[in-house]
């Protein structure tokens, strides 16, 4: 028994068990509460809300695209600004580390040091460790990309390193995809990016916007994860946003919310038949309408509406073509009219 | 739009002071030192917060400041995810696990299973232990650990030292170090990514300040 920490792992059994014979790609999209526990000073929030996508069977640079759009887009549309990407890459890193040699703790400072992006210390520590000629200067211009057009720039690494001319050529590909969608300056390069998931095997990647000091979200491309469930490998790649954080960023920025301006109606009759057909001509217009099941008198249908804050009480008459007595909760006047007159008058 | 670069700052004890030299040597003047929790400094684009040393880590972590000056020690002991941007040399101290002059532990070694340790760093004081394969029994008490095994509390205490003066005062010996700490300069992980020129030019100010 487990809580789910995130979604992906329960989207790949989903996909391996429930979806053996959908058509490739699958796109999915989750809204989901998901739990985490830490031991940290601070109680942070064991349960929280992800929002996310996952794009299933396809290991194109354009599939990777189509995800870093998406979720860009999400984030402008729900109103954020000053949005931005930073990319890394899990296969790369992981290949340029195994190929120093270093014991796990030394990585791990490694690591360390490429996300300072502290050129002096970075390279005391690879002279300190004895690294490669060919293999400092990977490190060293990596660490120092800012952009994804820097990386394709990058000299040539020696083919003794894993896969990391491969996975050299994807950023550059990635990055031309981005272009395409025009979103290549919202993009960033980091190189010690890796969002502490072990199955990502490509481009990795976290959303964030400034004043806020944790990321929105993210995700990257995991290749090697859905067969653990079955036995096919299916190539993958996603995202999934914080909700909260979201909205916190969204208060951050200082973002108001419209108000909700749709104006409330309640509908009165001694003809319910009548009433009723209103509510519905009234909702159909795209008002929220209420029917007055109470039957109460004409005073103390006013005075609910004033009370519950509804802005025109409709006292319809035996047919919707005789002209409505419309009272206006806000001047307290009434007047005779038709209904679709009202409702023109009120931009319905 | 943009906010001004927020740099916590150790509100009291022996991290205070020299904090503040440091910035200023780097030409960032605190104008309200006397009386307020946040002031504005000499330079209008940073501002500086006052926070316990304890709770910079923190503060710096969740992004409440994008930069806090506070000791290595509780980066650690805090578990912050933060980039530790400099060494700023100063607050060198040590780790340590302590025992009664006349106690008759006289290594970690004769230390047994069910000891009391009474302590400031839970966090760093229970992964020693376990690391050694001992459950040891962990206390979390506020400042004055040092008190603990006069009053019979705990058998042993883990606590920072500097001088040592303070153990010596107490009767008390170190019989391990966990680990040695100085003063760092802390940035928020996003901060680095969104502010990253103004904290660039912040480093290279406080490095041509000259460290300690």
Do not use: W
Not at chain 1, 24 to 35: H, K, T
Not at chain 2, 141 to 152: I, N, Q, W, Y
Not at chain 2, 169 to 195: E, G, M
């Amino acid at each position: 028994m487990a809580l789910r920490p995130e979604m992906t792992a329960p989207v790949a059994r989903i996909v391996t068990t429930r979806m053996p014979s959908a058509p490739e790609p699958i796109r999915l999209f989750y809204v989901c509460n998901v739990f985490r526990y830490s031991q940290s000073y601070v109680e942070r929030g064991r349960e929280f809300r992800q929002a996310g996508v996952e794009l299933v069977g396809c290991n194109t640079p354009e599939a990777d695209g189509e995800v870093l759009a998406l979720l860009i887009s999400s984030l402008k549309k729900i109103g954020l600004k000053e949005v931005r990407v930073d990319v890394g890459h899990a296969g790369l890193l992981k290949d340029l580390l195994k190929a120093t040699g270093l014991d796990e703790e030394k990585k791990g400072i490694l690591q360390g040091l490429l996300g300072y992006r502290d050129e002096a210390r970075l390279k005391k520590f690879m002279d300190q460790n004895i690294f490669p000629p060919k293999l400092r200067e990977a490190f060293l211009q990596l660490s120092s990309c800012r952009r994804l057009d820097e990386v394709s720039s990058v000299s040539p690494v020696s083919s003794k390193y894993g896969k990391t001319e491969d996975h050299l050529r994807n950023l550059s590909e990635v990055r031309d995809v981005l272009a395409d969608y025009g979103i290549e300056n919202l993009v960033f390069f980091n190189f010690s990016l890796t969002r502490k998931i072990e199955y990502y095997t490509g481009i990795v990647f976290e959303a964030s916007v400034p004043n806020l000091g944790l990321p929105l979200g993210g995700g990257g491309r995991y290749d090697d994860f859905i067969e653990k469930f079955g036995k096919l490998k299916i190539p993958a790649t996603g995202f999934a946003l914080e909700i909260e954080k979201c909205l916190q960023a969204l208060d951050a920025q200082g973002f108001q919310p419209q108000k909700g301006e749709k104006i409330g109606i309640l509908v009165t009759s001694r003809f319910r038949n009548a009433a009723i057909k209103a509510v519905n001509a009234l909702r159909n217009a795209g008002v929220v309408a209420l029917l007055d099941v109470k039957k109460s008198d004409e005073k103390k249908v006013i005075k609910y509406a004033k009370l519950a804050g509804i802005d025109y009480v409709i006292f319809v008459d035996s047919s919707l073509e005789k002209p409505a007595t419309v009272y206006d909760a806000k001047s307290d006047v009434s007047r005779n009219v038709k209904i679709k007159t009202f409702l023109q008058s009120i931009g319905g | 739009m943009k906010r001004k670069i927020r740099v916590a700052i150790p509100s009291k004890g022996r991290l205070r002071q020299p904090s503040i030299q440091a910035l200023q040597r780097a030409d960032i003047n605190i104008l309200e030192e006397e009386r307020a929790y946040v002031s504005k400094t000499s330079d209008p684009r940073f501002e500086a917060i006052f926070a316990r040393a304890f709770d910079v880590p923190l503060y710096v972590q969740y992004g409440a400041v994008d930069l806090g000056i506070t000791g290595h020690d509780l980066i650690l002991e805090r578990e912050a995810d933060v980039h530790e941007l400099l060494d700023l040399g100063f607050g060198k101290c040590r780790l340590v696990v302590a025992v009664p002059e006349n106690s008759t532990i006289r290594s970690i070694n004769d230390i047994s299973e069910v000891a009391r340790v009474a302590t400031e760093y839970p966090n760093l004081s229970r992964k020693y232990f376990e690391g050694l394969g001992k459950q040891v029994e962990i206390l979390r008490v506020r400042g004055t650990s040092e008190l603990a095994p006069k009053l019979g509390l705990a058998q042993i205490i883990v606590d920072v030292s500097s001088t040592g003066e303070t153990l010596l005062k107490n009767n008390l010996k170190v019989i391990a170090t966990i680990l040695d700490s100085t003063c760092r300069l802390a940035c928020n992980k996003i901060a680095f990514r969104t502010s990253e020129s103004e904290i660039n030019e912040f480093l290279s100010r406080l490095r041509r300040g000259g460290l300690e």
